[in-house]
């Protein structure tokens, strides 16, 4: 079964700065909870849209073993400046 994440927040900036700003992959590490370690290997300079591919290293603590791994996202839905969702295609 896949599993979904789903976040809201509410911010008092215009939506295009907004938009903008979660759409830079050089605000990413702004934007992962602590818990959460991941660094963009490629897709960073590129723009966010639909179709968009990113390569990230992901680190997570499961217990006392740390697990790395590469994954890449898709851009599955893409709808500006109201939202995006991103699709994992490859890794575990």
Known sequence: TPH??????????APDAVWA???SG?????LCPADMQ????SGVDAP???GSRIVLRVKRSDFAVQVERTVIWEVAE???PL??????V???
């Open 83 to 88: 939202g995006y969702a991103l699709r994992q």
């Open 38 to 41: 991941e660094e963009i290997l």
């Open 21 to 23: 700003f979660l759409t």
């Open 26 to 30: 050089q605000n990413h590490a702004r």
């Open 78 to 80: 893409w709808n500006p």
């Open 48 to 50: 966010l849209a639909d």
């Open 4 to 13: 979904r994440k789903q976040f809201q927040l509410f911010i008092d900036r």
């Open 90 to 92: 490859e890794g575990a």
